[in-house]
Structures are given as C-alpha cells and as structure tokens.
C-alpha cells in the first residue's frame, strides 16, 4: 500500500490511544518480513481492532498478512443470471437449421466471424469479445453443461454454483477452494462485488465478503465522534468475534457479517470513502445505469492496490431469462455486458496485473434452439468464456450443431463445467481438484491456462 | 396419529417480542409485555384473528411532508407498503402479504406498479385464507401474467414460464412429483390469456381469449383431459406432493428448523381437512414449542427490521430513503431478485450488514442525543440506556463487549470536557451497535 496509507493510519493509531495493549498469544506475522508495529502502522483501525480479540484473530491483521505473502492468482466469476441464449451470442449462421429454428430472432449476417469455427459469428454486440478473442485472450465454450440437464433456473445455477450435481450441497466450489488456498483470518480473499454474497463463495471454513464499492464501505455514528466514534467500528466487530462461533446458525450469520465487515473496512479505506473513490480506472469504462462496470472498475482497484483477492463474484447486468421480447432486452445486456469485460481486461493490463487474473463467464444453461415467437424457453447446454492474459485462447468442446438436438429439442453439452472447474483448480490455483469438486478427478480437463 | 405439539413453557414478555417479531413487525414500545399479560392462547388469537386491520397513526409522509406517491414516484411503493407494516393493527396479515409476494414473488421489473400494487391487495386479501383460491387468483393475476409470460402462451406459441414455476416454486417443489414432460402439457392448459397494450394506458384488459387457448386434450401428472388454466392449478393444488411443500415452505417462514416428521404430517392432514385453508395452519405454528425455543432464532429480514425499529421508537414514514436502504440491506418491496422471491438463509453478509448499519443511522440520528444531555460515565449504566432506546434484551456475550468499548472509549477521555462530552457521543454509538448486534439483527 501506498505511503498515503500509512499516514492516514498513523492518525487512527493516535486516535486509540489508552486502549489496552494488544492482548498476549495474538499469533505474529511469522515470515512476512514486517514487524508488528508495521501491521499497526498500514492497516486502517488495525490497533483500535486488536484490544480484546475475542475468539477469532483481527482480520485486519488477516489481510494484511495475506496481503504481504505476494500477489496470489485471481479468478473473477461472472455470472449471466436467467440462461443467456447461446445462439445469439455466437450465432450459428452457418448451420442450415438456424434460420427455420430462429425466424424473428436469428442474428442477421454482418457480424464478425468466428475464427475457431466457420459455422459461427459474433453477434456484433460482443465485438469486444471478438476482438480480445483475435488477441487469444478467449477460450470460448461453445456448449457447455453436464449430462441430464435441468431445466430449472434454480437447480441448474445450484449446480453450478455447488459445483456438483448435487441438489443438496450448501458450500460453493470457490468457497471450498479457498477452504484450501485461503486463510481463516482474510474476509477479502472471497468477495462479491455487489449487495449480497456470491453462492459459489460459500465456504465451510475460512471468511469471505461482499462490498458494493470499495469507496463505499464507511460506517457512521450520527452523534457521535471523536474517540468513542472511531472506536465504534473496531467494537461491532468485536462483538461480532465473540459470536462468530454461536451454534445458533442465525446469530453466527451476523456475528461473522459484523466481525468481516470491521475488517474489509479497514482495508478499502485507502481506495475512498463516503462514496468518493480515490483510485483512477486504468481504463474506459462504459457508463450506465448498472453498476457492473463501476464495480469492475472498483475490483481492478483493488487487485492493483495489492489487496489479498483470490476469488471475485459478478452478476452481469440484464436479466437473460428471455422468454418473450428477446429481440429488445437482449442486445442492450450484451453489449453492456461486452464492453465492460473488455474494459476491465483493459484496466488489468494497464496496471500490469493482467498475468494473475483471469475471468470466467457462465449462465445456468442456454435456451431452447427454436424460437417460442418472441422469445425462447428454457434450454440446455449454454456458453461460457475464460477471459485473460493466461486462457490458452483456444475454444473447449465444439459447437455440436443444431441438427443433432436433444429430444426436448436442446442443444447437447460438448464440456462438462466441473472438467472446466477442476482445470482451473489444479491449473491456475495449484490444487488438487479432489479436494475442491466432489469426485473432482473424474471429469476430462480441458487446457484452459496457458 | 400424532398432533401438533403446543407450548407449554412460560408467556412472559421475551416469548411475546418473538411472537410479534416473527409473525409482525416487532412490539411497539410496552406492546411485548401487553401481548404477554393475554397468555399464549389469547396472544396467538389476536394475531390470527385480528379485531380491526386499520392503520393506527399519522399518515406517511415523503421528506418534504408530501403524500406519498406509491403509482408514480420511484421508491413511494416501497414505503407505502412499509408504512402498512408499522401501522397495521392486524400485523399477521401484513406479515403473510409479505410472504405470499415472497412465495408467489413478482417483480415491478416487468409489471408495472400499478398492477403490483393491484396483486398487493389480491395478497392481502388472501393473506389468511384458502392456499387453492389465492393460487388461482394469482395465475390470473394481471402482474403475474405478465411476469411469467402468462399472456405470452398461445396454443400457437406455448411458453412454459408459468407452468414450471407454478409446479417447482409454487405448489410441489422442484422435481417432486412431475417430469420436462408435465411441463409442456401444463403449459398447454394455461394457454388461453391476452392483454392489450397501448400508449398512456399501458398494459390492460387482462382477459382470457378461447381462441388463444389449446382446447385440446393433455395428459398431465397422470390425469388426461381438456385441462384449462382452472384446471392447471387444482392438478398442481390438489397433488399428493403438494400439502407436504405447502406446510414445510410455510413452516419455514416462522420456525428455522424443519418441522419434526410427526408435526409435519399432522400439519399437512389439517390443511387438507380444513380445505387448504391456511390460518388453523398459523394457529398451530405460532404456538409450536420450536417457536419459542431460545436456541432457534431467525435473521429479521430487511422490512421486518426497518417497520421494527420504527414501530420501537415510534416513528412513521416521514422519508422514503427506507426504500434505497431496504434496497441496500437486499429487499426492495415489489422487486425480489427473482421468481423464487429472496433467499432467507443469507440476509447477512459484509455488504448487507453495512446497510444494517444505515438503516440504524436513519433511525439515530433523527434521535440523537444532543451534545448537553447528562449522562454518568458508567459503561453499564450507557449500555442499559442504549438497550432501552431499542426496548430490546442483550446476551451477555455482547453487553460484556459492548461495556468493554464503552469503557475504551471512556479511558480515552483525557480532558476534563471529554470526561463531560464522551458519555453522551458514546451512548449515541451504542444504539447503533446494539441495532447491528447479533442479538437485535435476530430475533
């Protein structure tokens, strides 16, 4: 973190004293190369923290000892909510099918075609897409799914979020990774940019967190300040460590939402505060009245201010269930949803931190192949992309074409999303997929990173 | 055969704060210890046979002391149906229209709101009745047409939307009981619906059109025949596996643990006795030993804490910044995230407990203590007075770490006006770390 940090903290640091000393047995930063006193120093509220621990250890401290172990590698899941129809994102206009299966919805030529397969085209709303695919930081996953497909929203994204066929799992795969990568005491490795916890993020051990903007992360006491105001913050997240292990599922929920949030806090506070960011995109973001770009914008951030990310979560703007009236929703999400990716992958670039991080994007299936007059129903096999500096660039599974549908007239998967998850398991995060994915080893791995 | 197991520990003031928390919106300043002094037969009746359903109090207010809005205005929606929620004398009703929109969960994002707050009504009008009437009014309901491309399914073009979600998030259960190929000949029975749209007017004359139905004969959950859209909800209503999801989904919203096996089917045969009427249900919930059960607490959803905190201090609608904080906190009234309504189980995380915090903050700092209030420096006696301020009890797990910050905050007291000033700014701290304890934010 920058010199600034350290300034504003030394501030905070004053503004405690008179607490009591941190208590005996609190564990050292063993081989992290840094003092205690230096963990006081750059992390916001970290001594107004420490007083009384409680059971769990300060996760300011958490942070930034994971923050110091090094850069680790960072997937960032995107998640297109409602089933995106695969055959308007890449339109098969190649196959003789798609013009009687699509009358009013078929993407009319023009667009740019796909290099890995001639049957294939862009919808010109995912240019940016196309174009980060020309430079081979693309791996297209032109049906991707898992054998007996389930039609339901609600069933289909539990499994992926799971990770598993398994209707019945209540960890997500990304939180079982980070049971294994992570650290008990780093709330940031795990988050979710928007209002609520990402499902793939559920861990069964360690903590994870969501932030709407990094810059919009303060707490305030209304009549409050001074000493008794800042030390509001370190105390409901006191509070929340003394709880944090109640058998009561409902208070270990809120004691570990208090007792994260105290500590996210005091590590965002350099990006900005009262909604102010201080951080400067490295790229240019598309603006809208979602805030799925602002939110990239603000992830980028903080991957370059070195904070310990491992996993990030996203829900692309839109909603992609279209049923009917495909033809005017589905453009405007697309290309939202194109040009901030492009973006954000711009921004990673910039700062010079593209080679760690790499983006999947997924929905929970694809959609019918024929069209149900102004829109298409629930389907099977859907699409996905890895996007990075890392993806191999090189599409997993084929386009298995529309003349050879399922009998509920769905297109067939040609890759399995847990062969996807347990490659980049063991590719990009070093760990072995069985521990991550049940059965985990089972399924063919698709060379995914480079 | 079994029946329904019925409390029989003590009614005091603690078990009736849990009573009108889960099946209202919280007591209102001495209300706990009223509800107590009835017992638990005469508490339960009140709430499921409410005398009167009128609003109590001053009408809600937008931030510049104007009417609200809720047809027009962005938000006013939100905080019209808040304002019903603190100032409804029938709070059980107001409760199950919350959980009816949960259950049958619609979205503003594609109706509209005048036809949202149109179903509001439907809802609450339902709100204690029969399950298989409100599933019917429901398929029919303008909002829902709309939402789930009811009025998108023609026997020309069959749109399975309604059909899935009628039997997976409705009545049955995903998977239970149907198959893909029930589906799509459900689909077929609940063609038939039509609309007209036009410029000013919108969306309107809802309307069932035989000529856009399939009149045809389907085959559906192993019964065969000319299945209308009526029929469709009564194949779904009437299954075997319906009673069992009906009691364990409404079950859920009061009690967080599954239902014993016993109370289960005890349950399902009085709703189908009682003609899948819903309130010997709630009769029978509400007094459940698992209800009262200290070890067995539930996260206050979003609205339930909002109408709460002000129904405790005693304050109404006078700003509609409820509906962005609701937003914030992950429930914007007539706008769940999907059709199977807000997820009950993950209410809390770092995000959303930072809006419990704002939401809290609303509440203060209208209240705040000024700066010349007197006050000892006791954490104890700061401690009790905050709690107070909440009409709620703390663990002792968080009044000791709340002593402990007040004390903190006391020692850093150097000069002789901070040793006169902190109380106060300390108190004024301890109500909102009280409002997003684990002991408030549960209930």
């Avoid at chain 1, 990030?312 to 697309?334: C, I, R, S, V, Y």
Wanted: hydrophobic content about 40%; proline content about 7%; charged content about 25%.
């Amino acid at each position: 973190m920058s010199h600034d940090a350290r300034i504003c903290c030394a501030e905070h640091a004053r503004a405690g004293a008179g607490l009591p000393a941190i208590e005996p047995g609190m564990p050292t930063p063993a081989g992290t190369g840094l003092s205690r006193r230096s963990f006081l120093m750059r992390s916001a509220g970290l001594a107004l923290a420490v007083y009384g621990a409680g059971r769990l250890p300060a996760f300011e401290e958490g942070i930034a000892r994971a923050q110091a172990g090094g850069p680790g590698t960072v997937l960032v899941n995107v998640f297109l909510d409602g089933g995106a129809d695969s055959l308007s994102i890449l339109a098969p206009i190649g196959d003789s099918e798609y013009r009687r299966l699509r009358p009013t919805l078929g993407i009319p030529e023009g667009g740019q075609a796909f290099s890995e397969d001639a049957r294939l085209m862009w919808n010109p709303n995912a240019a940016p897409l196309a174009a980060l695919h020309a430079e081979g930081k693309v791996s297209v996953l032109p049906a991707v799914g898992y054998t007996s497909p389930d039609q339901s929203h609600f069933v289909s994204r539990h499994y992926w979020e799971v990770g598993a066929l398994d209707a019945g799992l209540r960890s997500g795969w990304l939180g079982r990774l980070l049971d294994v990568v992570g650290s008990d005491d780093n709330p940031l490795q795990g988050v979710s940019m928007g209002g609520s916890l990402g499902p793939s993020l559920a861990a069964t051990r360690v903590p994870v967190a969501a932030v709407d903007a990094p810059e919009d992360f303060g707490f305030w006491a209304p009549g409050s300040w001074g000493p008794p105001g800042d030390l509001a913050i370190p105390a409901f997240a006191d509070v929340g460590r003394a709880l944090a292990r109640s058998r009561d599922p409902a208070v270990a929920q809120a004691a570990r939402a208090a007792a994260f949030a105290g500590g996210v806090r005091a590590s965002l506070a350099p990006l900005g505060n009262d909604g102010e960011p201080t951080y400067v995109p490295q790229a240019t973001y598309p603006t809208a009245e979602h805030r799925f770009p602002k939110r990239l914008a603000g992830l980028a951030a903080m991957l370059g201010a070195g904070l310990p990310v491992r996993c990030a979560t996203l829900t692309a703007p839109g909603a992609w269930d279209t049923h009917a009236n495909q033809a005017e929703e589905f453009p405007q999400n697309l290309k939202l949803t194109a040009d901030s990716l492009f973006a954000f992958q711009r921004d990673l670039e910039a700062r010079g931190i593209a080679d760690r991080v790499l983006t999947l994007v997924w929905t929970e299936f694809g959609r019918r192949a024929e069209e149900n007059g102004s829109g298409t129903d629930h389907g099977a096999a859907g699409i996905g992309f890895v996007i990075g500096t890392r993806a191999t660039g090189r599409m997993i599974g084929e386009f298995p074409g529309l003349a050879s549908l399922d009998p509920q007239g769905n297109l067939r998967a040609t890759s399995d999303f847990r062969g996807l998850y347990a490659a980049l398991a063991a590719d990009w995060f070093g760990v072995d997929p069985a521990a991550v994915l049940p059965g985990g080893g089972g399924f063919p791995r698709p060379a995914v990173v480079r | 055969m079994s029946r329904v197991p019925r409390y029989r520990g003590r009614f005091g003031p603690e078990q009736a704060r849990r009573l009108l928390w889960r099946a209202g919106f919280g007591p209102r300043r001495g209300q706990a210890e009223k509800l107590a002094r009835l017992g638990l037969d005469r508490a339960v009746d009140s709430l499921t046979h409410p005398r009167s359903r009128r609003l109590k109090g001053p009408a809600p207010r937008d931030e510049d002391g104007r009417p609200l809005a809720p047809r027009d205005a962005w938000g006013h929606d939100h905080c019209w149906w808040l304002d019903r929620m603190v100032r409804s004398q029938a709070p059980l009703v107001e409760r199950m229209t919350l959980v009816w929109h949960d259950w049958f969960a619609t979205s503003k994002s594609v109706a509209t709101t005048e036809l949202m707050l149109g179903q509001n009504a439907l809802l609450r009008r339902h709100a204690l009745g029969s399950f298989e009437q409100l599933a019917l009014d429901v398929t029919r309901d303008p909002a829902m047409l709309l939402w789930l491309n009811g009025v998108d399914n023609s026997k020309w073009d069959v749109n399975e939307n309604y059909a899935r979600e009628l039997m997976e998030l409705f009545t049955l259960g995903a998977g239970r009981g149907y198959g893909e190929r029930d589906v799509r000949e459900l689909a077929r029975a609940l063609t038939g619906f039509a609309y007209t749209w036009s410029e000013g007017r919108g969306p309107h004359d809802f309307r069932f059109d035989r000529e856009r139905f399939d009149a045809g004969a389907k085959r559906v959950l192993g019964k065969r025949g000319k299945f209308d859209w009526r029929d469709a909800v009564r194949l779904s209503v009437r299954h075997r596996k319906s009673p069992s999801f009906v009691v364990a989904k409404l079950w859920g919203y009061f009690i967080p643990t599954p239902p014993p096996r016993g109370t289960a089917r005890a349950l399902e045969r009085m709703y189908v006795a009682h003609g899948r009427k819903v309130r010997p249900l709630l009769d029978a919930i509400l007094r459940h030993p698992h209800l009262y059960d200290p070890g067995r607490r539930m996260v206050k959803p979003p609205v339930v804490q909002a109408a709460g905190m002000l129904r405790a201090v005693g304050r109404g609608i006078d700003t509609t910044a409820w509906s962005w904080l609701c937003d914030q906190a992950g429930q914007m009234l007539f706008e769940p995230p999907n059709v199977s309504g807000w997820d009950d189980t993950r209410w809390l995380d770092t995000a959303t407990f930072r809006a419990r915090w704002q939401m809290a903050a609303e509440i203060c700092n209208e209240a705040r203590l000024d700066d010349e209030a007197k006050r000892s420096g006791k954490p104890a006696e700061l401690v009790r007075r905050a709690a107070r301020f909440w009409d709620t009890p703390l663990s002792r797990t968080t009044r000791g770490a709340l002593e402990r910050y007040a004390g903190a905050a006391m020692a850093a007291a150097d000069q002789e006006w901070e040793r006169e000033a902190y109380p106060v700014l300390t108190e004024n701290a301890l109500r909102m770390l009280i409002a997003v304890s684990p002991d408030y934010l549960t209930s």
